[in-house]
């Protein structure tokens, strides 16, 4: 998960991770984002891209709140926090991590978030250009259940691709059990640090929250490894495009439903029949009857990408679609997008056409993702 940058009109309202001035010695190109002063790129988006595809990428996400979540008393956080997200919370394992979202009466998707049930807590990742409705959201209708913590003290970082692994058993080797949505603890020295085996680019990698005084000593020290390249967000998005992954403010919104984005899968059938949770109705009934739009993959016939904000067009010159993500694919070489597309449109290998500054360019329904995942899975 990530999200779109929000309008902002000074650089002196600007926050900075607890690694900006490692990314300012790094030559980092420095941008605002989220509200925060974060670099797009380092020796160049394809580079860092490839990366990430090919060996290692370490990326700052500090901008992404973390949030600890507890119970005023003995009650399951779990079960409580299944009244504002149709995953299966109640059912998540000891140190696992889970997908889901917080929905808003109508069903649109106020954020989606990464939910991990710890010891005695759950910890919430929430999009940073969400963060403060969120907590707001949260608070209103939970606020008398539930304590919510923001760990402003922890720096985020991601490392993802093959080779992450390798990079972090030099530090522990422990580090090698876990699996695909599991987390631990990683020990950097004396430092012991959470972490989990998550990401998004599609690749395998790992997430790790470093308190903020020890963060640019532990990371100086991971890439002391040449086979950890520094990335920016802009890599980061192409990677998490060519993985068919949602971005909030593009893909995902509280005008748009799970079903309708295609996240039907983050809803176990048990949430389906309890409904406890807003908007139950409106998705429950979509997942039923069908939904009148759905997200797509869409790749470009030519090689000019195809940006968001296109109209998608049938052969009768109508409006059917509009995307969503577009840019050029430096894995597959050609240019992909997403998209939400009238149903009867959606179909694979469907042709239309997409307009792109006045000109037509012609372009096909695809399966997502682009790029296969390669996840850990437990055995």
Request: aromatic letters at 6%; proline letters at 5%; a negative charge.
């Amino acid at each position: 998960m990530t999200e779109r940058k929000p309008e902002i009109t000074s650089n002196n309202e600007l926050k900075k991770t607890a690694l900006y001035d490692l990314h300012v010695e790094l030559g980092g190109r420095l941008v605002p984002f989220a509200g925060y002063e974060l670099p797009i790129q380092y020796d160049g988006v394809i580079a860092e891209h490839r990366a990430a595809r090919e060996a290692a990428g370490l990326f700052d996400v500090s901008h992404m709140r973390i949030v600890d979540v507890s119970s005023m008393d003995s009650s399951d956080v779990g079960e409580t926090l299944e009244l504002i997200a149709p995953g299966g919370l109640i059912t998540l394992g000891h140190n696992r991590l889970r997908y889901s979202m917080l929905t808003n009466d109508t069903g649109g998707i106020v954020d989606d978030v990464i939910f991990t049930r710890m010891a005695n807590r759950f910890r919430l990742v929430l999009n940073a250009s969400r963060a403060e409705i969120d907590l707001k959201y949260l608070n209103a209708l939970l606020g008398d259940q539930l304590i919510f913590r923001p760990r402003q003290d922890l720096a985020l970082i991601s490392i993802q691709g093959p080779k992450a692994i390798s990079v972090l058993q030099q530090h522990d080797p422990a580090v090698a059990d876990l699996s695909f949505m599991e987390a631990g603890l990683i020990n950097f020295g004396e430092t012991e640090c959470d972490i989990s085996r998550s990401g998004y680019t599609g690749e395998d990698g790992f997430e790790i929250a470093i308190p903020n005084d020890e963060a640019e000593q532990i990371v100086r020290l991971l890439l002391l490894d040449e086979t950890l390249k520094p990335a920016g967000l802009g890599a980061r998005d192409t990677l998490r495009l060519e993985a068919g992954l949602c971005l909030y403010g593009n893909e995902l919104s509280e005008s748009t439903t799970p079903v309708e984005a295609n996240l039907s899968w983050t809803i176990p059938k048990r949430r389906r029949q309890d409904q406890r949770f807003p908007g139950a109705h409106t998705i429950c009934s979509q997942l039923e009857k069908g939904t009148d739009k759905t997200r797509v993959g869409v790749t470009a016939l030519g090689k000019r990408p195809i940006r968001d904000g296109a109209q998608l067009f049938n052969e009768n010159n109508q409006i059917v679609g509009l995307i969503t993500s577009g840019g050029y694919s430096p894995t597959t070489g050609k240019p992909i997008a997403m998209g939400y597309i009238d149903t009867p449109y959606a179909k694979e290998d469907n042709y239309l056409t997409a307009v792109v500054r006045g000109k037509q360019i012609g372009c096909t329904v695809a399966p997502l993702p682009f790029v296969q995942h390669r996840y850990k899975r437990s055995k």
